[in-house]
């Protein structure tokens, strides 16, 4: 589904992401964790080119998304992207908010659209907020909707960029419910986060980086009870700590 090969990008000196070469088949789950600045952000961005990249070559699905003539909209609306903040339109109530994507770009009809959205909000627990609007809910529902709204273009691929790191602690769950349901249904998932218990129990393989590289790559089990590199055993002892409510 991934395939990145010896990607490089400088914000002015700053070496952000390093000869970067990954691959993530279709139907896996990977993590993507590492100290702050170390460039996972920056690199699930890239996937949907959100920010440009100064070298190498990047693959989605079998095409370079950076071919010449791609038309970039019509791409980014293949890939499911749930960010840190909600980004919902305010002005549309949550089933309008899920349903307008697939009207305007895939040409659903209204009413099919709106069905199709039901059914998603049913499947995160929020059928019944459909005509309310965003202000109404609480960011974790705000953040269920991100997730459904992402879901009714029918992605092959669903990123997540620190999803929970704006709510609130008891919302956090609630969140990783449903992207832990995505991933038992098969989607192939990238997913940046904090949230180590989330990787342990749901990821196939976690990544970790630092300094803009990718130090280790191993399943949950080798990575939380055997790290090889010496910054991965740094930054798991950090937040075993007692001050870490991680595990």
């Known amino acids: 589904m991934i395939k990145i090969e010896n990607v490089n990008k400088w914000y002015g000196p700053y070496h952000a992401l390093a000869d970067i070469s ?3 088949p279709k139907g896996e789950v990977v993590v993507v964790c590492g100290p702050s600045g170390s460039g996972k952000s920056t690199l699930i961005r890239t996937l949907n080119r959100l920010e440009p990249i100064a070298s190498g070559r990047i693959e989605i699905d079998g095409q370079d998304i950076h071919a010449p003539g791609l038309d970039v909209n019509r791409f980014r609306s293949r890939i ?43 499947r995160v ?28 273009m029918q992605p092959p691929l669903m990123l997540f960029d620190e999803p929970t790191s704006a709510l609130d602690p008891e919302m956090v769950g609630e969140v990783l419910l449903v992207m832990r ?3 038992r249904d098969g989607m ?7 949230e180590m218990g989330f990787a342990r129990e ?46």
């Open 188 to 194: 192939t998932m990238v997913c940046v986060t904090h």
């Open 22 to 24: 990954e691959s993530v």
């Open 181 to 183: 349901d995505l991933a």
């Open 202 to 247: 749901v990821a196939d393989r976690v990544l970790f980086m630092d300094q803009g590289r990718v130090l280790e790559r191993a399943v949950p089990d080798e990575f939380f009870n055997r790290p090889q590199h010496a910054r991965a055993q740094k930054f798991l002892a950090d937040i075993r700590s007692p001050f870490s409510r991680q595990f």
């Open 125 to 152: 627990g929020l059928a019944d907020k459909a005509r309310v609007y965003p202000s109404a809910l609480s960011g974790g529902q705000q953040q269920r909707v991100a997730i459904a709204r992402a879901l009714a």
């Open 80 to 122: 499911g992207f749930v960010f840190q903040q909600f980004n919902l339109f305010p002005h549309l109530t949550v089933l309008q908010n899920c349903a307008v994507a697939p009207t305007h770009l895939l040409g659903l009809k209204r009413g099919e659209a709106e069905q199709r959205a039901m059914l998603l909000l049913e």
